[in-house]
Nanobody, 122 residues
């Protein structure tokens, strides 16, 4: 079992910045593969915001390109999402996703964090 814990959400004014963090942990040895950030706004489906592979390759939703940056620190088992020039439409619950496997697992599995609220408003 791998646990993902997000942090860094909050209330910010339009044009502001926030940095989200997602730390992975387990009671056993584990390995992380691709990781990503998703968001879900009220009344809308969950969408991929940004993803990063184990090698550092990234992909972004068109709506956040140039404003958001995803990165990871493999030594800390942590992925980050630096958000700048925030807009009201960025308001959503942001969740961390990771493909991971423990030493006893036969394959990589998807894990999800509990989510952190980001609200962009004056």
């Amino acid at each position: 079992q791998v646990q993902l814990v997000e942090s860094g959400g909050g209330l910010v004014q339009p044009g502001g910045s926030l940095r989200l963090s997602c730390a992975a942990s387990s009671r056993t040895i584990f390995r992380l593969n691709d990781m990503g950030w998703y968001r879900q706004a009220p009344g809308k489906q969950r969408e991929l915001v940004a993803a990063i592979t184990s090698g550092g390759s990234t992909n972004y939703a068109d709506s956040v390109k140039g404003r958001f940056t995803v990165s990871r620190d493999n030594a800390k088992n942590t992925v980050y999402l630096q958000m700048t020039s925030l807009k009201p439409e960025d308001t959503a619950i942001y969740s961390c996703n990771a493909k991971a496997r423990t030493a006893l697992a036969d394959r990589f599995r998807d894990y999800w964090g509990q989510g952190t609220q980001v609200t962009v408003s004056s």
